[in-house]
């Protein structure tokens, strides 16, 4: 059994772990290269204004060449993660006590952060069509209005893998920028996509988006180093620059030397960009492999994953309290259950696996679901052919 494997099925042993957003697959040989000179070196101590300023260069040239967003790297922060930098902003950006629109279905710290923070969140649940999930902008509008001061974008948003277009996204900018209130957009799965179609970062739209934005990313989803605490803020308003220097020593103390020597490999290094496009091709295969295989589950459906590597499973029309139960004591597949997402009824299955253990756990649910005789439709909107995977393994 591979290592990764037995990483992934740690949390219930003799699964096939689907639950966590975390590849299965040995990271870029560059990124790798790099944490393995600092090592040798004996580099593991605090990090020095000098990789500091380079990887916020990185950072910016990343932006730059895949999004086409020209950002002053003066305006890159660091945090350990995305939730260390979501919980920043509510501490630093936020009035005390303001409310927070969180849309639902949503990443589970999206929801329990604010609270801990004294932030009501205002659950603003979104509307499922054939086409896939969409925000309920009109429901942000209301909360927004009721005094809500933060809207969270999750985008590209994780369980149900949607790539918000460019119409969804002007649609929140006019509500936000009506009521004067701010966006934290969580992109840190914005270099896995799938669809073909460019990423949108929401902060680049216009003058509104930038004014009112604080962007979240990291190399961490992409190229499967979040262990390693390294994450980004893009502070693309100027006025919040100066609030963040005040306060940025603190953040950097949970800021690794090794994550920030990843990240200069990940967002500079061909060979990283290289290893990016096959990893997104193998995952766009094992994309399909998961739709076909949905199909034929009675009583699941999901739509199609524009970005990510998370399948959304709806499992409501087989009638179970637990889907996530039923599938890791009758299939052995231990997935995300959707009540963590605040959508009961549903999983979310990590398809970023090896493919032996993808195939094994698809075959184990579809079996684990013989002579159901619910309702429930296929897929919804069936990807095109997409290319296989070609190139070395990763």
């Not at 739209?205 to 190399?219: G, Y």
Request: glycine letters at 8%.
């Amino acid at each position: 059994m591979s290592i990764h494997r037995l990483l992934l099925n740690a949390r219930h042993t003799g699964t096939i772990g689907a639950w966590v957003a975390e590849m299965a697959y040995r990271t870029a040989a560059p990124v790798s290269e790099a944490v393995a000179r600092e090592i040798s070196a004996g580099m593991l101590g605090y990090n020095d204004p000098l990789r500091l300023t380079a990887a916020r260069e990185s950072t910016a040239g990343w932006l730059r060449t895949s999004y086409a967003w020209d950002m002053d790297s003066a305006r890159v922060g660091f945090v350990g993660d995305i939730v260390s930098g979501y919980a920043a902003v509510l501490r630093h950006f936020l009035p005390t006590g303001a409310p927070v629109v969180v849309p639902t279905p949503a990443y589970g710290p999206l929801l329990t952060v604010p609270e801990f923070l004294g932030h009501p969140v205002v659950r603003v649940p979104g509307v499922e069509t054939r086409a896939g999930h969409r925000m309920d902008i009109d429901g942000i509008e209301r909360a927004l209005a009721r005094g809500s001061r933060l809207v969270v974008l999750c985008h590209p948003h994780n369980p149900t893998g949607r790539a918000f277009s460019r119409p969804e996204l002007s649609a929140l900018t006019d509500v936000v920028s009506r009521h004067q209130a701010r966006v934290f957009s969580d992109e840190v799965h914005a270099p896995l996509n799938l669809s073909g179609q460019p990423h949108i970062p929401y902060a680049a739209i216009d003058e509104r988006t930038a004014a009112h934005t604080i962007t979240a990313t990291s190399a961490s989803k992409a190229w499967n180093v979040a262990g390693l605490k390294c994450a980004q803020l893009i502070f693309s308003a100027a006025g919040d620059v100066p609030v963040w220097e005040r306060v940025a020593a603190f953040y950097l103390r949970s800021v690794s030397r090794l994550g920030v020597a990843a990240t200069c490999a990940a967002y500079d290094h061909p060979d990283s960009h290289d290893w990016l496009a096959r990893t997104l091709l193998r995952l766009r295969a094992n994309s399909k492999a998961v739709a076909e295989a949905v199909d034929a589950m009675p009583g699941v459906s999901c739509s199609r994953t524009e970005s990510t590597y998370l399948a959304w499973l709806d499992c409501t029309a087989l009638g179970m309290a637990d889907p996530a139960a039923h599938f890791r004591s009758r299939a052995r597949v231990d997935l995300a259950d959707g009540a963590e997402f605040d959508s009961p009824g549903h999983v979310r299955l990590n398809f970023a696996l090896q493919e032996p253990d993808l195939a094994e756990a698809l075959a184990a649910m579809a079996e684990s679901l013989k002579g159901f005789t619910g309702s429930g439709a296929g897929i919804l909107n069936v990807q095109a052919d997409l290319a296989d995977p070609t190139g070395e393994t990763v």
